[in-house]
């Protein structure tokens, strides 16, 4: 695609429950991230993806928190028994390989109550 | 660790006037420094960029001078107009990690008619 899509734009749920947040990159990027932004801060990385592969999920908060890209285009972030510190924007890059400039998503606003 | 502090907002200006936005960064070795622009219901866009020391970025009348002896990368620009108003972003890529952005906390701008 022309850009970076992410679903659902918005997501309001219950703590406790499962999300998945979905990322559409730009075609042929294989490099993919997932970031948060939290209210008046600046994003926080989770992960990254060279292909199919997590190269490096260090910023992945805790084992809630989980990724996948099986066929190295889209990425599918997955959040378990959500809590209220989950709220924030996640947002999703890609960029190609070697690269170091981002192509950003407009973001995921999940709101737990 | 890797980091980036910027000048807390919001900056509110009247158009037609000189915009500084401080950043000053803590990293070893000489990073990659970016300046990225959320406008309002947007995805995070790169404004511009500054690979070694010295170095300029420049982009739609912004720039941003790479000063290793004072580590910083200040965003400038000479006379703004209204359709600048957004959040601006100053980051880094470390030597450490060819990828993983680190940013700081954002600063809004606000430019008035």
């Known amino acids: 695609g022309a850009g970076v899509s992410q679903t659902p734009s918005n997501k309001v749920t219950e703590k406790g429950k499962y999300v998945e947040l979905r990322c559409d990159p730009i075609s042929g990027h294989t490099a993919l991230y997932w970031y948060r932004q939290s209210l008046g801060q600046g994003p926080e990385f989770l992960i990254y993806?060279?292909?199919?592969?997590?190269?490096?999920d260090s910023g992945l908060p805790n084992d809630r928190f989980f990724a996948v890209r099986p066929e190295g285009s889209v990425s599918t972030l997955k959040i378990q028994r959500t809590e209220r510190g989950d709220s924030a924007v996640y947002l999703c890059?890609?960029?190609?390989?070697?690269?170091?400039?981002?192509?950003f998503g407009a973001g995921s606003r999940l709101t737990v109550l | 660790g890797n980091s980036v502090t910027q000048m807390e907002g919001p900056v509110t200006l009247s158009e037609e006037a000189f915009l500084t936005i401080n950043c000053t960064y803590t990293?070893?070795?000489?990073?990659?420094l970016f300046w990225y622009v959320q406008y309002p219901g947007e995805g995070l866009q790169l404004l511009l960029k500054?690979?070694?020391?010295?170095d300029k970025g420049s982009n739609k009348g912004f720039e941003a001078t790479y000063r290793k002896e004072t580590t910083s990368f200040h965003l400038e620009k000479g006379s703004v107009q209204v359709s600048d108003s957004a959040v601006y972003f100053c980051?880094?890529?470390?030597?450490?990690?060819?990828?993983?952005?680190?940013f700081g906390s954002g600063t809004r701008l606000l430019v008035r008619p």
């Open positions: 500054a690979t070694k020391a010295d």
């Open positions: 890059a890609s960029s190609s390989q070697g690269a170091n400039v981002l192509t």
């Open positions: 980051a880094l890529i470390g030597t450490d990690s060819s990828y993983k952005l680190i």
């Open positions: 990293a070893t070795g000489y990073p990659s």
């Open positions: 993806f060279q292909g199919t592969g997590a190269a490096d």
